[in-house]
């Protein structure tokens, strides 16, 4: 897998530049010029023909940030679909924000909250866990 360091990218723009983590954070904030295609929805393959319809030109995609797996998985299908030049953004686009880079998007906090890694202590008697499942078309 190729990657392209933030200040190399903010050097020389992409020409596709795409955003693979899920809509809603894409629509918080997301790199200037980037379009959104989630890599966890069934359409991710046909919404890339119409976002990068040459297979041999150059494409940029970023996720979170070196930890989460979005970029790499879709690196992954998107050599496997005939991509010749995926490059993925070192670092996502946390490490773009940490390099002073402007964003766009409707928020100015990181989404959702984030958390450090750790151990937490919990009141189990005021506790409760939710979890929130989705797909393509609802969450539930």
């Known amino acids: 897998m190729k990657t392209v ?13 795409i955003d693979v983590r899920l809509a ?6 997301h790199l200037p010029r980037a ?3 989630c890599v966890f929805e069934v359409a991710f393959a046909g919404r890339l ?12 995609i970023y996720g979170a940030n070196a930890k989460s797996q979005e970029a790499p998985m879709a690196a992954e299908k998107m050599e496997r679909l005939g991509y010749q030049n995926v490059v993925v953004v070192d670092g ?5 924000k940490a390099a002073g880079h402007p964003v766009e998007g409707e928020g100015n906090e990181p989404f959702p909250p984030a958390f ?3 151990q937490y202590s919990l009141d189990l008697e005021e506790s ?13």
Do not use: M
Request: net charge negative; aromatic share 10%; glycine share 6%.
């Open 5 to 17: 360091p933030v200040d190399a990218l903010y050097n020389n723009p992409a020409d596709c530049l």
């Open 24 to 29: 809603e954070d894409f629509d918080h904030q």
């Open 35 to 37: 379009k959104s295609n």
């Open 49 to 60: 023909a119409e976002q990068a319809p040459y297979k041999e030109n150059r494409v940029v």
């Open 92 to 96: 996502g686009i946390e490490a773009w």
């Open 116 to 118: 450090a890694d750790g």
């Open 128 to 140: 409760r866990i939710e979890w929130t499942g989705r797909n393509l078309l609802n969450k539930h």
